[in-house]
């Protein structure tokens, strides 16, 4: 065991009941139920009520994995949340967690690093225990993604769905443990997935609400040839870093955001779709959330036994990529 490590103890996710299917969306946009499943792999997602916030289904998600944990509320030292929908923009949502959760006695805080927001939350969990600052840590990835979602751009509103996923990270014990973490930021392609308005940039006006600056907006081919390179060098650098081939993998858990670039990214480390986690088919894109309620998923079929290496990469809007190896 490497000095210092940690481990994920409590696994939990939460997604609305809801459900949006490809066949629901024909009839709000010009698509169709094959269009959407040959160019990205989903049939459904689950879609938040107007009521719910992302603190809610952080805090469904919190709840659980920290069941798992055995850990109290009270004993947690920090709580972050990975989110690019945030209940508001201050205060942060980690905060409305920590209220919800009773957590009185942590650090509480927001990380935007889109949908490798989780990936970027655990390895600052592994950063602050290897450290020894802090014990008790709780990572979080939660989206409302629909309610920034533009319902009448078929390029984009077939897309997304909501959810959170929840991670508790303590100090490994000798079993399990968080092997290598790798994050890595591109900030020239800011511009290719972007929610242009409401913040300091372009403040709410009735003019950025008429542009329909409120939500969100993608350069689709552009993110897709990206995506495919940066989840695969990820993948590469992390697995070389760690001295681990891909073929000791048990298990990798990508974000879930097209099955198209999930399979491009296998075919790049080599690895059977046989050893790759898929749920991209009944979420959609979750960003920060998909790989917490993947990892969970996997966990809960059965896919990931005790001692397997496992890891998970991301890519998301900034540009941003990570990946994290570890033993489960
Ligand atoms: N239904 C039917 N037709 C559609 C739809 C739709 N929902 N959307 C686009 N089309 C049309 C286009 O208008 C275009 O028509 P045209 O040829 O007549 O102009 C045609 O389909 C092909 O469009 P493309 O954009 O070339 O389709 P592509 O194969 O690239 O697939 C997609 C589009 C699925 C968006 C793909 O580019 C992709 O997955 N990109 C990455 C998206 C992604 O991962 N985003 C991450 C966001 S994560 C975050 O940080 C929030």
């Known amino acids: 065991m490497q000095k210092n490590s940690s481990m994920i103890t409590g696994l939990g996710y ?26 990205t792999g989903m049939s459904e997602r689950h879609i938040a009520d107007e009521n719910t916030a992302s603190s809610d289904l952080s805090t469904q998600a919190a709840t659980i994995a920290l069941a798992e ?10 709580i972050i949340v990975a989110t690019v929908t945030p209940d508001t923009l201050f205060p942060a ?18 990380i935007n690093a889109a949908c490798s927001g989780f990936i970027y939350g655990l390895t600052m969990a592994d950063a602050f225990i290897r450290s020894g600052f802090y014990k008790n840590i709780l990572v979080i990835g939660a989206e409302i993604l629909t309610k920034i979602t ?16 929840a991670a508790v990270v303590q100090p490994a014990n000798g079993g399990s443990e968080i092997l290598k973490t790798f994050i890595k930021s591109d900030g020239r392609l800011t511009d290719l997935l972007i ?21 969100l907006r993608m350069e689709g081919q552009e993110v ?9 060098d990820a993948a590469i650098e992390t697995l070389k870093s760690a001295g681990v081939s ?35 088919d009944r979420y959609g894109n979750t960003s920060a959330a998909s790989i917490p309620i993947a990892l969970t998923e996997s966990i809960q079929q059965g896919r990931l036994k005790r001692g397997d290496y496992c890891l998970l990469v991301s890519f998301g809007g900034g540009f941003t990529m990570g990946a994290v190896l570890f033993k489960y």
């Open 14 to 39: 939460a997604v609305p009941e809801k459900v949006l299917t490809n066949f629901d969306l024909e009839k709000m946009v010009d698509t169709s139920d094959e269009w959407i499943r040959t160019r």
């Open 69 to 78: 944990a055995k850990l109290k509320p009270k004993q947690l030292d920090m």
């Open 224 to 232: 897709f040839k990206y995506a495919v390179k940066a989840m695969g």
């Open 93 to 110: 949502t980690a905060c409305y967690v920590q209220k919800n959760l009773g957590a009185v006695n942590a650090a509480a805080f927001d």
């Open 195 to 215: 929610l242009p308005a409401g913040g300091s940039r372009i403040p709410a006006t009735h003019e950025s609400v008429d542009k329909r600056l409120h939500y």
């Open 150 to 165: 533009d319902w009448t751009d078929r390029a984009t509103c077939v897309l997304f769905g909501d959810g959170a996923g």
């Open 246 to 280: 891909s073929d000791e993998l048990a298990l990798l858990i990508p974000h879930q955001a097209n099955i198209r670039i999930i399979q491009a990214t296998a075919r790049r480390i080599k690895l059977p779709m046989e050893k790759v986690m898929v749920n991209v």
